[in-house]
């Protein structure tokens, strides 16, 4: 492991402060450059974990997980299983290069939420990860995965129809929310100012049929 990388990790294990343009390093420049906009903020990452580790929750997935940097900061952070979903696969190489590099337990699998399936999770963490559907093409990633407001509003029924079907006990963690509804059957149990927005923890309460919904905003023009 090269020497700056290995003091990263050895910050991230311990548990003390590490910069964000210091973790950055390990990415090309144009994963890099964006990071402010689209990955989540060390801190974040580290607070989002250790809530859901105070919720017993072991198995988390990070919807849109980008170049991995939640879940590399997460699994250093708790002892929680953390998948990373995303569809781009040069992002997806990015964030397995950037988890080797600080020594990383997280897994990453290529795909969207129609072709997985949320069942192996018992939590979930959002970086408004729809968000980037209703941006200026000038303000996205790239022009490579179809985005539009059909493909947003599509993403958010599907992500929704998880919440609803979720056991109870399934904790979400949202950073910039996530643009949709979360349903009443979930209780909020801590909400932050923290960085650029809110960090919002909730928890599904009861089964059945929600009664109704809670809107969960999300930031959708770009972070600078």
Not at 23 to 29: G, I, L, R, T
Not at 110 to 130: I, M, Q, R, V
Not at 165 to 194: E, W
Request: neutral net charge.
């Amino acid at each position: 492991m090269h020497a700056q990388h290995q003091a990263v990790t050895e910050l991230l294990r311990a548990g003390k402060r590490v910069r964000d343009s210091t973790f950055d390093a390990v990415y090309s420049d144009d994963v890099r450059r964006v990071s402010g906009r689209f990955w989540t903020p060390v801190e974040i990452a580290r607070t989002a974990a250790r809530w859901l580790a105070s919720q017993g929750a072991r198995s988390v997935l990070d919807v849109g997980s980008g170049a991995g940097k939640f879940c590399i900061v997460a699994s250093h952070t708790v002892e929680q299983k953390i998948t990373g979903l995303e569809q781009r696969s040069a992002l997806l190489e990015a964030a397995r290069a950037a988890s080797k590099a600080y020594g990383a337990s997280a897994e990453y699998k290529l795909g969207t939420l129609e072709t997985h399936d949320p069942g192996a999770y018992d939590a979930f963490y959002l970086f408004n990860p729809f968000g980037e559907n209703l941006y200026p093409v000038t303000e996205q990633f790239d022009t490579g995965p179809e985005l539009s407001t059909l493909r947003y509003s599509s993403d958010l029924s599907i992500f929704e129809h998880w919440l609803d079907h979720a056991p109870v006990d399934t904790c979400v963690v949202t950073y910039h929310g996530f643009g949709g509804r979360m349903p009443d059957t979930y209780q909020l149990l801590r909400s932050l100012p923290k960085g650029t927005d809110l960090l919002r923890l909730w928890k599904k309460k009861r089964a059945g049929r929600a009664e109704g919904h809670i809107p969960e905003r999300s930031l959708t023009v770009a972070r600078l």
